[in-house]
């Protein structure tokens, strides 16, 4: 009798059995583990490091949703942050008014709104030509931000929420409050992934990415899928945008540009298309890559020898992070365009069928 504790190869027998969210005993115990290590967690950080880690966690929902729309239909999209700013703005405009709780999701479902026109181009054009229009709309975005009186043309609004059932959120509670906050709506969001992702709607999206015209033969809708696939990328990303809104208590169009939606697009790529693991990993390699090169930057900035050797009018310090950006990027698409997550799977399979090697 097989061992569902140690179990070291596929023992399904049933359709039932193959689309289960987890495989085994272990995944189900590792996830717990998982839960109660990020519950802990913000009880030996400091303020500034569970700040690193809000954005972390929000970030990882907006690729979430990311990966809906580029890895698992295999739409390109270059206009994320512009959803996310969607959903950033309606919690702006709706937050005097509404609780958190109802705004959050509102933002959600006009941003879900906005990306199914926006995915519309979708049912004509596909690759370069769907990112060019995707591209479009992020630049757009901009633009009717930054010229509309009601949306302070692109300058701050502020988004406070002072107490939440008798809880005084302020200074010193604030990231801790909003970090559990986001990894509850985290945990939530992952959920809704999976079950979505495991049932007919999942495949019928890998199966529009692998072939449109074969999905259509087999009887599915490859334009209504591509619209599904867009709306709820929006989706994700307006939650996202949402409690962003609420953690930097404001709202400025800076946030949303087309430089955080090719970060979002390369924190998928290096995490791993298409992946939950890899939605979690890529958001904070990024993040880490971009506070470590911040610090190495200061230092080169501080550093007499390193300014006496730099050619003058060059600023090399400036330059370091977004070239180390764009090396990082390159360097995973040649040698591990699978991204961490395979590196993750590999890591996995060998505890597992340790001490036999495959």
């Keep these: 009798m097989r061992n569902p504790w140690a179990q070291t190869g596929n023992y399904r027998t049933s359709y039932v059995q193959d689309t289960t969210i987890f495989a085994n005993y272990r995944e189900i115990v590792s996830v717990v583990l998982l839960l109660v290590a990020l519950c802990v967690l913000p009880m030996f950080l400091e303020r500034s490091q569970v700040l690193v880690l809000n954005f972390i966690l929000i970030y990882a929902i907006a690729v979430l949703g990311l990966n809906i729309t580029t890895g698992y239909a295999g739409l390109i999209s270059v206009g994320q942050a512009a959803f996310m700013g969607v959903g950033a703005y309606t919690?702006?405009?709706?937050?005097p008014s509404l609780p958190f709780w109802l705004t959050i999701p509102l933002g959600g479902f006009t941003a879900a709104i906005v990306g199914f026109i926006v995915g519309i181009p979708s049912l004509r054009v596909k690759h370069l030509y769907l990112a060019?229009?995707?591209?479009?709309?992020q630049?757009?975005?901009v633009w009717v931000v930054g010229r509309s009186p009601a949306l302070a043309q692109g300058a701050a609004i502020p988004v406070e929420m002072r107490n939440f059932l008798g809880l005084e959120i302020g200074f010193r509670n604030h990231n801790y409050f909003w970090y559990y906050v986001i990894l509850f709506v985290l945990v939530l969001m992952v959920i809704a992934w999976r079950n979505l992702l495991r049932g007919k709607y999942g495949r019928a999206l890998i199966a529009v990415r692998d072939n449109d015209r074969a999905a259509d033969a087999m009887?599915?809708?490859p334009g209504r899928t591509k619209l599904m696939a867009f709306a709820l990328g929006a989706?994700?990303?307006g939650v996202a945008g949402g409690l962003l809104a609420y953690m930097q208590r404001a709202v400025v169009v800076e946030e949303?540009?087309?430089g955080r939606?090719?970060?979002l697009l390369a924190m998928a790529i290096v995490g791993g298309l298409g992946t939950v693991v890899g939605s979690l990993l890529g958001p904070a390699f990024i993040e880490f890559l971009r506070l470590y090169m911040e610090r190495l930057s200061e230092w080169m900035k501080s550093n007499a020898f390193i300014q006496s050797i730099t050619p003058a009018g060059v600023d090399v310090a400036s330059a370091l992070?977004?070239?180390s950006f764009g090396l990082v990027i390159v360097l995973f698409l040649v040698f591990e365009p699978r991204g961490l997550y395979n590196w993750w799977r590999l890591l996995r399979s060998y505890f597992r069928t340790w001490p036999f090697k495959y």
């Design 91 to 95: 919690v702006a405009l709706s937050a």
């Design 132 to 137: 060019l229009a995707t591209l479009a709309f």
């Design 139 to 141: 630049e757009i975005f």
């Design 219 to 221: 009887g599915m809708d």
């Design 235 to 237: 989706f994700y990303g």
């Design 256 to 258: 949303f540009t087309l």
């Design 261 to 263: 939606s090719v970060a």
């Design 321 to 323: 992070l977004p070239l």
